[in-house]
């Protein structure tokens, strides 16, 4: 059985609790709490030497990480990943400009404010949250006229963007800019078997 | 044929420019100067909708943008990429962390200390190094019993971290700290067909 180490609190986790679910693939959970050091430790690392969740471990003691390869890998074979060459590039081009402008800037300014940080690096955090809006701002122009990323169908580029966007207003981000964005998200809550089951981060997050 | 959309100065370009050669793949190449403007033009827009280089146009009209993704579209069928199922996962799981942790910390902080805007933002310049200095660190963890990042063999994955990786120096990062990184990058250097052709930012990227 496959087995997720899974932190509650990432929005990159929970893409593939998400991706889970709506499988149905069975799978056991370990809550690993990065906070408490659990993702640093050596069994970890040689899992994913980036020591960060989430991690998938296979049957064959194989892992996989980074959440957007653990969704491209669950999702193969599946409605949630084109069949079509170019379509499957597409939705790879959009998993990395997620992981490239949007986790590092939306994911990064909201982690910092909601412990406390942004108080402690002012500028840099302006910066993260300046250019989270940029990607935002072009996620915003894309949905203007598609009702998702790829071939017009729900795939995992709309789960893989939903992750942060959906809690990007913690960020300190004014979402009333972007208005295809609402529409959009409500258009992947109402997917079958959409569950989201973010959580908040713990106290001891401040570090 | 191909027309690969293309800034001399983006080492996420060189990454393509890097595969295309290696693969033998005549192409077209159109000079895309970013500082000018010419990725926010509609017509560049509607091929990537980030707006940035590099972006691969294909014969049926088609558009591939994002360094990443393109790299995974040319080497289907190659020897470039694994065809293992977990290793291809591997192969992207690095792909991700690059685009992730190392380009927007390395990358950004090189680009900012290139054309003075890291005397602009100091706090934000010197968040952006540290956390690129993490990235380095993993990769370097890793590299010190492993040849190459994915089952032992050159790939995409290491087309993809060469390419910020070996200007980490121009981002004021002492590589001293990362031993093993500089012999792997003389093993990507010395593959067949691999040539280096990254240009210097020009002086109107000052902005």
Redesign the interface.
């Known amino acids: 059985m496959l087995t997720l180490f899974d932190y509650g609190p990432s929005a990159n986790c929970l893409k593939v609790r998400i991706l889970l679910r709506q499988l149905g693939i069975e799978h056991e959970r370990v809550e690993t709490d990065i906070f408490a050091g659990e993702s640093r430790r050596d069994g970890y690392v040689a899992m994913n030497?980036?020591?960060r969740t989430p991690a998938l471990l296979?049957d064959?003691g194989?892992a996989?990480?980074?959440?957007?390869?653990?969704l491209?890998?669950l999702a193969?074979g599946s409605a949630f990943l084109p069949t079509d060459?170019?379509e499957l590039?597409?939705a790879?081009?959009w998993?990395?400009?997620e992981?490239?402008?949007l986790?590092?800037?939306v994911g990064t300014a909201r982690f910092w404010r909601l412990t406390g940080r942004d108080e402690q690096?002012p500028?840099?955090w302006?910066?993260?949250r300046e250019s989270g809006e940029d990607a935002l701002g072009?996620l915003d122009?894309?949905l203007a006229d598609h009702d998702f990323l790829v071939d017009g169908r729900y795939s995992v580029a709309d789960i893989g963007l939903y992750g942060y966007t959906h809690v990007a207003h913690e960020a300190g981000i004014d979402m009333a800019g972007y208005p295809s964005i609402g529409p959009w998200l409500a258009r992947v809550e109402s997917t079958e078997g959409f569950a989201n089951d973010l959580q908040p981060y713990p106290a001891n997050a401040r570090l």
Chains 1, 2 share one sequence.
Do not use: K, M, V
């Open positions: 030497p980036a020591g296979l064959d194989r996989i990480a980074e959440s957007s390869a653990i491209l890998y193969e060459r170019i590039a597409h790879q081009q998993l990395f400009f992981q490239n402008l986790e590092p800037n690096r500028e840099a302006t910066q993260r072009i122009r894309y």
